[in-house]
């Protein structure tokens, strides 16, 4: 299914693998378009939706079984017309949705509030949202975000293993220190082989730059640069470490 579906067409026949793909396209196409939908039937062997908005008296109707024979789903039934406009107040807008959708602009901007969010929820859908269903929704991203960082940190010696298998010649350094039985990451330093060899027929110069990386954990960023012959900056060496305040 397209990830934009502004006045989509929907086709007796769409094969879905699973359910869920089914009633996730169902949820875009609300939201994109304005449509009140709801669900009339939804278990294990088939799923139906309707429209209820102009108080329940709109057309449009979609049904999808699971076939048997070939294992998957499949859109049986579609009345593919409404009989009104757009729907401010949607029935299927929940927490989980939002939170799902709202993950990178939280990662861009980890201090978004509740009105920022429900702003943005507003301007890019045109739908409304509650404050607590923002508030739900909020605090559920920075979990998913949180837990997506912690991942990555504990794959830190496999980047640097990639890294070396890579570049052979560079020189990958790491410092984790055990507090409470968890290892805890500390430095990340990094110089390729590639820059190495580079910096051999640059100037005799190194410059030394720095910034804070603005994420939960915080941390600082520190570059060594060199100047090429055709007065370029060449980056030799970069690392990962905890600010002086940590």
């Known amino acids: 299914m397209p990830k934009k579906m502004y006045d989509f067409k929907w086709e007796v026949g769409t094969y879905f693998i699973e359910k869920k793909d ?30 209820v908005g102009v108080g329940g008296k709109c057309t449009w109707y979609a049904y999808c079984a699971y076939m048997f024979a070939i294992n998957t789903w499949q859109l049986r039934t579609i009345i593919d017309i409404h009989t009104y406009s757009k729907d401010f107040n949607l029935k299927l807008m929940n927490s989980k949705w939002l939170s799902k959708h709202m993950e990178k602009t939280v990662r861009e901007n980890p201090h978004m509030n509740v009105i920022d969010m429900r702003e943005k929820v507003s301007r890019k859908w045109n739908i409304g949202t509650s404050r607590n ?58 110089c390729l082989k590639a820059c190495k060899d580079s910096f051999t027929s640059c100037r005799p110069f190194i410059g030394l730059d720095g910034c804070f990386l603005k994420s939960k954990y915080g941390g600082e960023l520190l570059k060594a640069i060199g100047r090429d012959d055709n007065e370029q900056i060449l980056p030799i060496a970069y690392a990962v470490c905890k600010t002086r305040e940590n």
């Open 133 to 190: 269903m923002a508030d739900r929704a909020k605090v559920m991203t920075a979990q998913n975000v949180e837990s997506s960082c912690k991942e990555q940190f504990k794959r830190i010696y496999d980047y640097a293993h990639e890294l070396l298998r890579t570049n052979p010649g560079s020189t990958v350094k790491i410092k984790v220190e055990e507090v409470h039985g968890e290892l805890i990451f500390r430095r990340f330093y990094t």
């Open 22 to 51: 089914f009633t996730d396209a169902m949820h875009t196409y609300s939201f994109q378009n304005g449509k009140n939908l709801n669900f009339v039937k939804n278990d294990k062997k088939r799923v139906s939706m309707k429209c």
